[in-house]
């Protein structure tokens, strides 16, 4: 059984940092393209960043390009989204989430292309 569990939120002030993981089990997803998304009470589910299979390319949303940054272990099975200089703004439910149907390619942006999703972890970010 495939499982994903996201960690690592938590409050903190405007102009701190976190950093997220998301630890995979059930399947190797050194192959695959896995990415992070964010959903706000009442707002749609937003595309964060993405990684591709060797961790070589990286792709993130206006939003958060230069203040965070997307990686992964793929001997340990985890990605991770550290995130500096928070906002208000960033305030939401984080998801890792895996795209088994992408092996090898560039990752996608859209939250349905995703197949497997973590539980969330809330990050707060106060002003």
């Known amino acids: 059984q495939v499982r994903l569990v996201d960690s690592g939120g938590g409050l903190v002030q405007a102009g701190g940092s976190l950093r997220l993981l998301c630890a995979a089990s059930g399947r190797d997803f050194s192959d695959y393209a896995m990415g992070w998304f964010r959903q706000a009470p009442g707002k749609e589910r937003l595309f964060v960043a993405a990684?591709?299979?060797?961790?070589?390319?990286?792709y993130y949303a206006d939003s958060v390009k230069g203040r965070f940054a997307i990686s992964r272990d793929n001997a340990k099975n985890t990605m991770y989204l550290q995130m500096n200089s928070l906002k208000p703004e960033d305030t939401a439910l984080y998801y890792c989430?895996?795209?088994?149907?992408?092996?090898?390619?560039?990752?996608?942006?859209?939250?349905?292309?995703?197949?497997?999703w973590g539980q969330g972890t809330q990050v707060t970010v106060s002003s």
């Open positions: 989430a895996a795209d088994w149907k992408n092996k090898g390619g560039r990752p996608r942006t859209a939250w349905y292309e995703y197949d497997d």
């Open positions: 990684i591709t299979w060797s961790g070589g390319d990286t």
